[in-house]
């Protein structure tokens, strides 16, 4: 019998354990907080994300317990912060990994290197490439929450490996793509995050409809600039997990970089608006990241460098803004 393991929380965490468990597949969860895993065991839902999700008690086992959750399965998601995965990466023995299969559904960089958290996983916990998926695409768990029609990439260098979990995935509202360019994928699920919080500071100033079409315009190639100078590999840019994540995280009002952002434009300071958010905004962090990795290449980025001095050097959103308008194409 196929067993998963999932560590992490939140809402995407819990979108994922809703598509496994109504797929009937015995799913152990880990969570930090031992009132959500009492919750949990008693009311079916997770009490702090996606309230209306009732889980199947049969095929649902959560626990604070990392270490034993991991040893449950042979398929290990990891659905956690970006900016944790250092952490919770060093509480293990690389052998507890052995010949499993690790899939990770984070959209952040991690670490001093700012490495995609596929990379990281490989190199810190001795994962072949060939075992190590990237889920990626448009995914609102919000949405999956509501079983509306959604498309899901699973991106590996090895097509048996996805073969063999793809069926874990599939719903009659979720529809499974393949993917052999998971470091591209990797990087654009970071990228757009960005995106997002510059799209929702351009709503936050009060910009049009106009602006916003020329910034997610001018994102995508500043996407697929930072995917090259990771990977130059052939890709179609314009599948659903590149610009399909980008446009729905820039557009969508359910996207939290995007009300992160917002929060900024309206005066909050950062720490103030994730307090808003009450929810993570990898975004944040990934401006960060990004930007200390385009500066080292010599990568000449404006809407990812408007933000990252924005956020982290605290200019003006609206005096960056507008150099930012004679910047872009």
Not at 93 to 108: E, H, N, Q, R, Y
Request: net charge positive; proline share 4%.
């Amino acid at each position: 019998m196929i067993e998963v393991s999932v560590v992490g929380g939140g809402s995407w965490a819990t979108a994922l354990v809703k598509i496994l468990t109504e797929n009937k597949i015995p799913t152990y969860w880990y969570l930090r907080r031992k009132e959500q895993v009492n919750h949990i065991k008693e009311k079916g839902n997770n009490p702090s994300y996606l309230q209306q999700i009732q889980l199947n008690p049969l095929f649902v086992f959560p626990s604070s317990n990392l270490q034993d959750v991991v040893a449950q399965s042979r398929i290990i998601i990891f659905a956690v912060p970006s900016a944790s995965l250092e952490q919770i990466c060093y509480s293990f023995d690389c052998s507890l990994f052995d010949k499993k299969i690790v899939l990770t559904a984070m959209k952040g960089t991690v670490g001093a290197n700012n490495e995609a958290p596929s990379s990281f996983l490989c190199e810190t916990l001795k994962i072949p490439e060939s075992h190590m998926v990237t889920i990626a695409g448009p995914c609102h768990s919000e949405e999956i929450a509501d079983s509306k029609p959604t498309y899901l990439t699973l991106s590996c260098s090895n097509q048996d490996t996805i073969d063999k979990i793809d069926v874990l995935f599939r719903r009659p509202y979720v529809k499974v793509r393949s993917n052999s360019d998971p470091m591209g994928v990797g990087y654009a699920s970071i990228y757009k995050n960005v995106l997002g919080i510059a799209c929702g500071m351009a709503k936050g100033l009060g910009y049009g409809d106009n602006f916003l079409a020329v910034l997610v315009s001018n994102a995508l190639f500043e996407m697929q600039n930072i995917i090259r100078l990771k990977t130059n590999v052939q890709r179609e840019i314009f599948n659903s997990s590149y610009a399909g994540d980008l446009l729905v995280t820039g557009y969508s009002h359910k996207s939290r970089n995007r009300r992160f952002g917002e929060f900024i434009a309206q005066g909050h300071s950062a720490e103030g608006a994730l307090n808003e958010l009450g929810m993570i905004a990898e975004g944040y962090w990934a401006a960060k990241g990004l930007f200390c990795y385009a500066k080292k290449h010599g990568l000449g980025l404006p809407i990812l460098e408007c933000i990252y001095e924005i956020l982290y050097r605290n200019h003006s959103v609206r005096s960056k803004f507008a150099e930012l308008e004679g910047k872009l194409r």
